[in-house]
């Protein structure tokens, strides 16, 4: 009886550990995707233009990947090497991408590390989320520039009146392809997208964001009272649907 007792203890309390090993895992701190972050920070720092990549006339939009930790401190960031919107190819494996002027790199990723966020919260605890944030380079004074107006306005996600989310292409679900697209885009003095170029991300999602960028809708952008137009960059985001949803 006592044997019996002690053998019964024994499972009892290996059980309990057991249980609080498994719950220990469980409170592992996770980490979640936010996508493009530059909406959701609540202190976005301009990068500095740097002063020999704005002599070599070096611009264009600079992706950062980020991870934001529990308590919503950008903990690394790392910038793009290439810019995707200056290829040479098809856009195989064998395409050339022009590098990234590196003193843009830094710049940028100086920037990024000074961001903050809020905290973000999964089932009530919070968790590091990874991300990126996307600077846009402009050089001033271009040659040949029109007549018109023209300034950058960044990340322009949270700021139009109307985005459409892009139609996820079938040929891209069929390999599960997915990431981040990013689009440039210039917009009129009413408003409405007058251009729109795919500059980064798979192949196969380019045309889908393309399109939904190009039905975006923004409201008038006012330079000392006058209506301008705007440049900047749209980026999507497109994950991979599941078995089941296809």
Do not use: W
Not at 61 to 73: F, K, L, Q, S
Not at 124 to 137: E, H, L, M, T
Not at 166 to 193: Q, W
């Amino acid at each position: 009886m006592k044997s019996l007792f002690t053998g019964l203890a024994v499972i009892f309390f290996g059980l309990i550990f057991c249980s609080t090993g498994v719950s220990a895992q469980d409170n592992q701190p996770k980490i979640i995707n936010g996508g493009i972050l530059n909406g959701k920070a609540i202190n976005l720092p301009k990068p500095t233009y740097p002063a020999d990549a704005r002599e070599a006339k070096a611009e264009g939009p600079v992706g950062v990947r980020i991870t934001i930790d529990e308590a919503g401190n950008v903990i690394s960031a790392e910038a793009d090497l290439v810019d995707f919107r200056k290829s040479i190819g098809d856009g195989t494996a064998e395409t050339e991408h022009q590098a990234i002027h590196p003193a843009l790199r830094e710049a940028a990723e100086n920037a990024a590390r000074e961001a903050k966020f809020s905290p973000t919260f999964l089932n009530g605890q919070p968790v590091k989320v990874s991300g990126r944030i996307v600077y846009n380079f402009v050089v001033g004074d271009r040659e040949n520039q029109d007549d018109s107006k023209n300034i950058s306005g960044g990340v322009l996600n949270g700021k139009a009146t109307s985005l459409p989310k892009p139609v996820y292409p079938p040929a891209a679900a069929a390999i599960r392809a997915e990431g981040t697209v990013g689009i440039s885009v210039v917009i009129d003095e009413e408003g409405n997208v007058v251009s729109a170029k795919a500059f980064s991300g798979h192949p196969l999602l380019r045309a889908a964001a393309v399109k939904a960028a190009r039905d975006a809708k923004f409201s008038p952008t006012l330079l000392n009272g006058e209506q301008v137009k705007v440049a900047g960059v749209l980026m999507y985001n497109f994950v991979a649907p599941k078995d089941e949803d296809q």
